[in-house]
């Protein structure tokens, strides 16, 4: 079974500014680790996802998240952020396996507010 | 190409009624899942069909049911409803073992 732990649930931050959201998982095999944009009212949109290879992955909108096994992390980040990405921010976990698609294990969110 | 459709988008029901919501996959996906989203959390996995057979289930009671169709189509069937059954219902599709697309939802009240 695999967990995932998103410590903060709600980021404020200044228009322009960097902005990190973290993410720990826990699991007893190994993962595929994504990150779903989620705005007012839609669906979940992924944003990045590491599946293998290099641990820095880029995503859409200029996000970029790495992994980092030894501290079983993943965490987002933007340099800087716009208006436009206040939302909430889903970290999930997916163990592999033989069998096809695991199931996705998300975290509790952590809303993203941008100030102007 | 048309992504994860669901329908409807809202509804409505009240306690001890029965509700069907749909799913279309992304052009290409064989696989559907479907997840709870409660208000402020994060989705919940209810259970996931491949080649119209249930694979895997969600910690979800057997109130909540689902079929998929040879056309990779979905529906997601709560009977008995809940006040707590009042919630986002997300369905997403895939195909290997990339990142899943997500459908808008469905919110569904139960009063």
């Known amino acids: 079974a695999q967990s995932v732990t998103q410590l903060d649930s709600q980021v404020p931050v200044f228009e322009e500014a960097p902005v990190e959201l973290r993410c720990n998982y826990s699991?007893?095999?190994?993962?595929?680790l994504f990150w779903y944009v989620q705005y007012p009212n839609q669906g979940l949109q992924l944003l990045l996802k590491?599946?293998?290879?290099?641990?820095l992955v880029k995503g859409i909108n200029g996000f970029e998240a790495e992994f980092n096994k030894s501290q079983t992390s993943f965490h987002l980040r933007k340099p800087s952020v716009h208006i436009s990405d206040t939302a909430e921010y889903f970290c999930a976990v997916r163990g592999i396996s033989n069998f096809g698609n695991e199931k996705l294990t998300f975290g509790t969110g952590t809303r993203l507010t941008i100030i102007p | 190409d048309a992504g994860v459709t669901q329908s409807p988008t809202h509804l409505i029901k009240t306690r001890g009624q029965q509700v069907t919501l749909r799913c279309s996959p992304k052009?290409?996906?064989?696989?559907v899942s479907w997840y709870q989203q409660a208000l402020g959390q994060g989705p919940q996995f209810i259970f996931q069909y491949y080649e119209e057979e249930e694979r895997q289930r969600g910690n979800f009671p057997d109130r909540f049911s689902g079929h998929q169709f040879p056309n990779y189509s979905s529906e997601l069937n709560v009977n008995a409803l809940l006040l707590g059954d009042s919630a986002l219902y997300l369905c997403?599709?895939?195909?290997?073992?990339?990142?899943?697309?997500f459908g808008p939802g469905t919110r569904l009240t139960v009063l």
């Open positions: 052009s290409g996906h064989d696989t």
């Open positions: 699991s007893s095999v190994s993962v595929y």
């Open positions: 997403a599709s895939s195909l290997g073992s990339g990142g899943d697309d």
């Open positions: 590491y599946l293998s290879g290099s641990t």
